[in-house]
């Protein structure tokens, strides 16, 4: 979950664009873990979401 923290104080910081072509081709395998919870999951995925949501928008 740290990573998550992470990726979206990198996002704020650095912008949208940044965190669209950096932060989720790393996010992306972490999706597959087997030790994340289905909470843990649900919170990556809301955080993926709503950036290609907000990137969808900006286009």
Known sequence: ???LGVSHAISK???????V???????FPL???QQLSIQQFAKY????KD???SKK???
């Open 57 to 59: 928008g900006e286009v």
């Open 45 to 48: 995925m809301l955080f993926i």
């Open 21 to 27: 072509e950096h932060v989720l081709p790393l996010l």
């Open 1 to 3: 979950m740290c990573t």
């Open 51 to 53: 950036i290609l949501r």
């Open 13 to 19: 910081q650095y912008g949208l664009e940044f965190a």
């Open 31 to 33: 999706l597959t873990a």
